[in-house]
T-cell receptor, first 117, second 112 residues
Framework: GAVVSQHPSRVICKSGTSVKIECRSL??????MFWYRQFPKKSLMLMAT?????????EQGVEKDKFLINHASLTLSTLTVTSAHPEDSSFYIC?????????????FGAGSRLTVL | QQQVKQSPQSLIVQKGGISIINCAYE??????FPWYQQFPGKGPALLIA?????SEKKEGRFTISFNKSAKQFSLHIMDSQPGDSATYFC???????????FGTGTSLTVIP
C-alpha cells in the first residue's frame, strides 16, 4: 500500500508566529508531493506542487513567501506558514503520488487543522 | 476554469437506496479517473478508480460507470448506509503526469 503521514493533526498558534507541517510518505518514495488547502465544506484548493530537490511550483494567488515548502528528501515535504494570521486558519492536506497500474495514484495525508488566534 | 465538473453539490439518500454522483470533463487526454471519499476532519481516501478502456468498474457496493463519448463518469453506491455519509470527490489525471484535477465535491448524507 501507500501511506502518507501528516503531522501535526491540529495546531493552534498565536498571530505572527510560524507553523511547520510535515508530510511523510512512509512506505514509498515520492518525487512529487502536493499541498492543498480546504475551507469548510469546500473543495480541495491546490496550493503548490513540491518536487524533491527543487523549488516548489505555486498556484496562482498563493504567496510563496507566506507558505514555504521544502521537499528535501524523497519521503518528506514540509509546509511552513510564516507569520500566521487568523485568515490563514484552515485545513491543510498533503498528498504524494506513487506510480502504479499505469497511472500516478494520489495518496493523501490525514490533514492538519491550523487555528491562528 | 473547472476541468472536472461535479454534481450534485449535496445528496440525501435513504438507507438501502442508491446514491449517484456525476462528473463531466472536457479534456480527452484524461485517462485516469479516481473517486475519493472524505470524512469530516480527515484527508480524502481513494475509493475506486477507472481507466477509459472500460465502461464500468465495480468494487463491492461501489461502481464507476464511464461514458467516453459523453465525457462523463459517475459513482454509484448501492445499498447506501449511514456510514457512507461523507464528501465524495471525483478527479482526473493524464497518464504518468502528476496534475490531478478535482471536482467540487458532493456531500452525501444517508438517512437511517
Amino acid at each position: 500500500g501507500a501511506v502518507v503521514s501528516q503531522h501535526p493533526s491540529r495546531v493552534i498558534c498565536k498571530s505572527g508566529t510560524s507553523v511547520k507541517i510535515e508530510c511523510r510518505s512512509l512506505d514509498f518514495q515520492a518525487t512529487t508531493m502536493f499541498w492543498y488547502r480546504q475551507f469548510p465544506k469546500k473543495s480541495l484548493m491546490l496550493m503548490a506542487t513540491s518536487n524533491e530537490g527543487s523549488k516548489a511550483t505555486y498556484e496562482q494567488g498563493v504567496e510563496k513567501d507566506k507558505f514555504l515548502i521544502n521537499h528535501a528528501s524523497l519521503t518528506l515535504s514540509t509546509l511552513t506558514v510564516t507569520s500566521a494570521h487568523p485568515e490563514d486558519s484552515s485545513f491543510y492536506i498533503c498528498s504524494a503520488s506513487k506510480y502504479g497500474s499505469g497511472a500516478n495514484v494520489l495518496t493523501f495525508g490525514a490533514g492538519s487543522r491550523l487555528t491562528v488566534l | 476554469q473547472q476541468q472536472v465538473k461535479q454534481s450534485p453539490q449535496s445528496l440525501i439518500v435513504q438507507k438501502g437506496g442508491i446514491s449517484i454522483i456525476n462528473c463531466a470533463y472536457e479534456n480527452t487526454a484524461f485517462d485516469y479517473f479516481p473517486w475519493y471519499q472524505q470524512f469530516p476532519g480527515k484527508g480524502p481516501a481513494l475509493l475506486i478508480a477507472i481507466r477509459p478502456d472500460v465502461s464500468e468498474k465495480k468494487e463491492g457496493r461501489f461502481t464507476i460507470s464511464f461514458n467516453k463519448s459523453a465525457k462523463q463518469f459517475s459513482l454509484h453506491i448501492m445499498d447506501s448506509q449511514p456510514g457512507d455519509s461523507a464528501t465524495y470527490f471525483c478527479a482526473a489525471s493524464i497518464g504518468t503526469g502528476n496534475q490531478f484535477y478535482f471536482g467540487t465535491g458532493t456531500s452525501l448524507t444517508v438517512i437511517p
